[in-house]
């Protein structure tokens, strides 16, 4: 069992994902954010300019790690040499917050470039819980497990996501990143309310929120289908839902996601001062 002390390290601000081409705008355009994420996979190199950009970032920025490669639902044992490679980045950077994904992306000896489902059932939560414990063990700090955003459900699932989600938190110590655009994704595509989902997670193990853009298209029966872009802006239903969550959550860590397709600062700029004024109104409205 892990304990939750880092939980609340990282700001209640608008963050935004770093990329590299936007350095200078950030170094010039610091008020905008208060925090940074990075995915861990993009530097775990021995050195270059990458590197020393976020050597220089993390003198005036709380610093997220975001895995994307664990394979934390994996059926096979986790990757020794990625581990390693993970414990060395966070030991120098010693990040505010260090989150993972509710997913697998491996199989034998081949690494899928897509963070696929899992089926919700109890087998699949000893092998989750396992493998957290292994990485919180193994990196000396809290781990994040952000919720998937989902195309279908297993019809062997016995768990609904959100109660699962929490089981896992309360077996290992881990906290929950809460990415309200999956929640919005999955509830289109599998027809339930996002609202009742939100209801039922677990939001005092939050410790950050994700925004992000999404794609629309239709399955073979005309229904509306979303994909899980990141390279867009957040639509309005989005911020509404986000609206609903700190109306129940409290003030969280904001960040917005934009990994495809990145724009211009200006316009991610735009949408970090949206989380902030979502948070800004929220703060108001509870006073």
Request: charged content about 20%.
């Amino acid at each position: 069992m892990f304990d939750r002390s880092s939980l609340g390290q990282l700001p209640n601000g608008a963050g935004v994902g770093y990329k590299p081409q936007h350095f200078s705008d950030i170094e010039a355009d610091a008020g905008t954010v208060r925090w940074l994420e990075i995915h861990a996979e993009n530097y775990m190199g021995d050195g270059g300019r990458p590197l020393a950009q976020l050597r220089h970032l993390r003198e005036s920025f709380p610093i997220s790690v975001h895995g994307v490669g664990l394979s934390i639902g994996g059926e096979g044992s986790l990757d020794k040499d990625h581990l390693a490679r993970l414990k060395n980045l966070v030991r120098w950077i010693e990040p505010a917050s260090f989150s993972e994904h509710l997913a697998w992306s491996t199989h034998d000896s081949h690494f899928f470039n897509d963070l696929l489902p899992l089926p919700y059932t109890d087998q699949t939560l000893e092998r989750v819980c396992d493998h957290i414990d292994q990485v919180q063990s193994t990196v000396g700090q809290q781990m994040l497990l952000e919720n998937p955003s989902s195309y279908l459900a297993f019809a062997e699932s016995t768990w609904e996501e959100p109660a699962f989600m929490a089981e896992i938190a309360k077996r290992t110590g881990c906290g929950l990143l809460l990415d309200v655009n999956n929640v919005f994704i999955s509830a289109t595509n599998l027809h339930y309310s996002p609202q009742a989902y939100i209801d039922a997670y677990k939001l005092d193990c939050v410790g950050e929120i994700h925004l992000g853009g999404h794609d629309e298209d239709e399955d073979d029966h005309g229904h509306p289908l979303l994909i899980d872009s990141h390279g867009c802006e957040v639509v309005d239903p989005v911020w509404a839902l986000l609206d609903y969550t700190l109306a129940q959550s409290g003030s969280k860590p904001l960040l917005i996601e934009w990994d495809t397709d990145v724009p211009e600062w200006s316009v991610l700029r735009q949408e970090a001062s949206r989380a902030t004024a979502a948070l800004n109104q929220f703060q108001l409205a509870a006073q």
